[in-house]
């Protein structure tokens, strides 16, 4: 089985390097390298800066990153500031073949989810954004999976069923490693359909283990479809945006609709379903650089390899949806290290399907975002083909998850103007919201709904199986004093994705309610599913935006503010 880390090679220029020295250049900084002081900080971009004000850098949380080969520990980016004691640490795959080679792509991976450049600031040690990465105070294990690198195609690598699973099961289980609260994984290819026995697999694994959300690359196949592991249904996948604002999808970044693959029936339907689900910057970004002889540049470009390998060199302009995916595999971090918190009475806070609602309904429209939705505010689409439902936002995502509606605890309940919600929903029935005050003028209203295919996992076999996939549907409805529902004013309603999303820029004054439907099962194998678990996020913001946010996450927290960067 050959794969593909999600990188342009082409942009992977070997012979030149950024010196980090006397004058350094930010290193998850973006821009022009004819031109150094025209950069942007992308971490600020998807709202990091929030969590670093109070201190939520992801201390208490473990990322796994899960690819070719292992992060090398050894490069500067990764030496933690002065009292932090999480590090990151390599995972032993005991798998037949698992070659377990440090490489120069998880190297620049784990930059994104961790990188931790420090200084003395003022006679202070302090992060700076010279190479600070998403959750510098998070524990990172990388796991390994290659049992190959490509000689002839730079940035192939060939694994195994094993292999894989191997790793993969034990960052979601804490078997043989800790457990892990956001695994990344910024490799992939094939499967369109998601019905791959690994892409099976670890659909089974994420369902099980629901408070480890997987994290996966869409791809860089452009208006190719998107590829598995990405393709299956219990991640989140993520492509890529870029331009002066990051709000342009790029071109690169996977965007062709996906196949479904019905197990009861044998069929295989083309081009049904949108695989993306968020996007995160992507483009021209300058990242730790691995030279030694291993990995991908050992086996395809030895005459780069440089041993012992520098610890103070850089890759620049670098471009990719795997530089995408570990923005938002931070971000997750980010958002549950808060939580441990914040919303430690919340016993499904954690909840991957509450997680992907989260930032979903929080995400920031892209140039050109279009799912499909009419003048009636109806899609059978749900999500934008290349950047799912729009570019990562940390702050908007804030106020949903911390300071609004936290599950409700049954139908018919009402809700503040953002929340969340993780509820069970049974076969042939509706579960509603209804917001417990009426607009007073427009409102820009936007609300994802996420659930799992039911596929499990045999620990004993290593594979998954198919068992049931719910059709649910997402409706918005105006309703009147009591709470009566009136009339509809949106609706999602795909067949074939297990995601639905609305984003509604302007609804008129006045009182409204959210409803989810579970209509049918498209298959069900066993023939004995008739409940679903969901989770479901909204946000109703006022228009204009006011200028001045107040988050209730600033209120609890300042007793741990930290000052910012300079």
Avoid: C
């Amino acid at each position: 089985m050959k794969n593909r880390i999600f990188i342009l090679p082409t942009l992977l220029v070997l012979s030149t390097w950024l010196y980090a020295e006397d004058n350094l250049r930010p290193l998850l900084y973006t821009g022009d390298t004819a031109n150094p002081n025209d950069s942007t900080f992308v971490n600020s971009i998807v709202g990091w800066d929030l969590f670093y004000n109070l201190g939520f850098l992801g201390g208490s949380t473990v990322i796994g990153n899960i690819e070719a080969g292992h992060i090398w520990t050894g490069h500067e980016a990764f030496s933690r500031l002065p009292g932090i004691t999480n590090s990151v640490s390599n995972y032993n795959n005991t798998a037949v073949g698992a070659l377990n080679e440090i490489d120069y792509h998880a190297t620049a991976v784990g930059h994104i989810l961790t990188g931790s450049g420090h200084q003395l600031f003022s006679g202070v040690e302090d992060y700076t954004a010279t190479g600070v990465g998403m959750a510098p105070e998070a524990k990172v294990i990388s796991g390994a999976i290659a049992t190959a690198f490509s000689s002839t195609d730079f940035g192939s690598f060939s694994i195994s069923h094993q292999s894989a699973v191997n790793v993969y099961k034990a960052f979601f289980q804490g078997n043989g490693a800790l457990k892990s609260d956001v695994i990344n994984s910024s490799w992939g290819g094939g499967d369109t359909a998601g019905a791959g026995a690994l892409t099976v697999a670890l659909d089974g694994l994420a369902r099980e283990n629901s408070t480890v959300a997987l994290v996966i690359s869409a791809g860089n196949s452009g208006n190719l479809a998107v590829g598995a592991p990405a393709s299956g249904f219990n991640n989140i996948s993520v492509g890529s945006v870029g331009g002066s604002t990051f709000l342009q999808p790029s071109s690169f970044s996977s965007s062709g609709a996906s196949d479904f693959f019905n197990p009861q029936t044998g069929v295989t339907l083309t081009g049904v379903r949108s695989s993306v689900d968020i996007a995160a910057p992507g483009e021209r970004m300058n990242l730790a650089a691995y030279l030694g002889d291993s990995g991908s540049i050992g086996a395809g470009d030895p005459t780069s390899v440089q041993d012992p390998s520098p610890t103070n060199l850089y890759f620049q302009e670098m471009d990719g949806t795997s530089f995408s995916s570990p923005m938002v595999a931070g971000g997750i971090a980010l958002l549950k290290d808060a939580a441990n918190t914040l919303l430690a009475s919340e016993a499904n806070a954690m909840d991957t399907r509450v997680i992907k609602s989260v930032i979903m309904a929080g995400a920031r429209k892209t140039t050109g975002w279009n799912n499909g939705q009419n003048t009636m505010n109806v899609t059978t689409q749900g999500l934008d083909a290349i950047t799912g439902a729009g570019s990562l936002d940390l702050d908007a995502a804030a106020n949903i998850y911390y300071s609004g509606t936290t599950d409700v605890v049954s139908t018919g309940d009402t809700i503040a103007d953002e929340g969340w919600d993780s509820s069970t929903i049974n076969l042939g029935a509706n579960f509603e919201y209804v917001f417990n005050t009426a607009f007073t003028q427009s409102m820009a209203l936007t609300v994802a709904l996420n659930w799992f295919s039911v596929r499990d996992f045999n620990d004993l076999t290593g594979f998954g199986n198919d068992i049931a996939f719910a059709n649910l549907d997402l409706q918005v409805w105006s309703v009147d004093g009591s709470g009566q529902f009136l009339a509809k004013v949106g609706e999602s309603m795909t067949t074939y994705n297990n995601s639905e999303f609305l984003r509604i820029d302007s609804v008129d004054a006045g009182r409204y309610g959210l409803r989810v439907l579970y209509n049918s099962n498209i298959y069900d194998t066993s023939g004995l599913v008739n409940s679903e678990d969901f989770g479901l996020a909204w946000s109703a913001i006022a228009i204009p935006e006011p200028s001045i946010t107040i988050f209730v996450i600033v209120g609890i927290a300042s007793g741990i503010r930290r000052r910012r960067m300079t």
